[in-house]
């Protein structure tokens, strides 16, 4: 944004706020620096400059209000030798954190930095421990329910059982229907886990870089839906997934033998 000598100063102003002011690159918009004294009175401060450019941040509430303009020019029309705030943009936001960390011994410990995430620390925090309460909430009565299915099935099918077969064939018959049984919630749960985890993947990709999902920017503050795939989430669903389809087969490998194909029950 530098200006050669005897030129109009530039300024980069977002392209909703160009929008609100009917202006477009090269045209001339006037900046106000509060009043002055004068001999008639106070009279405002303000300075032409042009339009050297456009810009978007992705939200609202920055591209209608935010412009800018290079050090030198802000200096001269401040009044000001020193910078009083200096904002970064990352490209990888998770990073900001060890990039504050880094600028006072780069640049001097006169400089103070906070992130985004030393801000939002107290939502995270708040949010974590909701989501902690409600797994230790449901994990007991998870566990207990099994515990009970289990005593009152495993006696009575026995029972039943050993008095119309031979008790050995009997286990060899029931250990190889319940081999059957856990086989197909396997492959059920591998195929369908990996197609859907795959489709799921390509979607969340392809929405996000051809930013197809569009909403109403001055309402929701951003102009489409991003997505990301977390890869830690990503794997436990994927395991959990495949685990949920294989207890499924508990229930129909403890039902007493039929007819019907181990793939069909589960």
């Known amino acids: 944004m530098s200006t050669p000598e005897g030129e109009v100063d ?13 202006v477009a690159t090269n045209d001339s918009v006037s ?5 002055t004294l004068s001999p008639a009175g106070l009279l405002p401060r303000t300075r032409r400059l042009r339009v050297v450019g456009l810009f ?9 209000t935010t412009a800018f303009l290079s050090l030198d020019v802000a200096r001269r029309l401040l ?11 990352v490209d990888d936001i ?3 954190p060890q990039i504050a960390a880094s600028i006072p011994s780069t640049l001097g410990s006169q400089y103070i930095t906070a992130d ?10 708040g949010a974590r421990a909701r989501e902690d309460g409600h797994l230790a909430h449901h994990r007991p009565h998870r566990h207990g329910g099994g515990a009970q299915h289990h005593r009152l099935a495993d006696p009575a099918r026995d029972g039943k059982a050993s008095r119309h077969r031979d008790p050995q064939d009997h286990g060899r018959q029931r250990a190889q229907r319940d081999h059957d ?16 985890a795959s489709a799921g993947y390509v979607l969340s990709y392809v929405l996000t870089r051809y930013k197809l999902i569009r909403v109403p920017v001055d309402v929701y503050q951003v102009s489409y839906v991003p997505f990301r795939v ?3 989430e990503f794997a436990l669903v994927i395991v959990a997934a495949v685990l949920v389809c294989f207890i499924a087969t508990i229930y129909p490998a403890a039902r007493p033998p039929s007819s019907t194909c181990p793939g069909i029950a589960v």
């Open 79 to 89: 009044g000001k030798d020193q910078v009083d705030l200096i904002q970064l943009r």
């Open 56 to 64: 978007s941040l992705g939200l609202f509430e920055l591209d209608s």
């Open 31 to 35: 900046l106000t620096m509060g009043v």
């Open 230 to 232: 977390l890869p830690m």
């Open 10 to 22: 530039g300024i980069l102003i977002g392209k909703d706020l160009a929008a609100k002011l009917h």
């Open 116 to 125: 985004w995430a030393a801000m939002e620390q107290v939502a995270v925090l």
């Open 181 to 196: 049984f856990h086989d197909a919630g396997l492959i059920i749960g591998i195929v369908g886990t990996t197609v859907g």
């Open 94 to 96: 998770y990073a900001a």
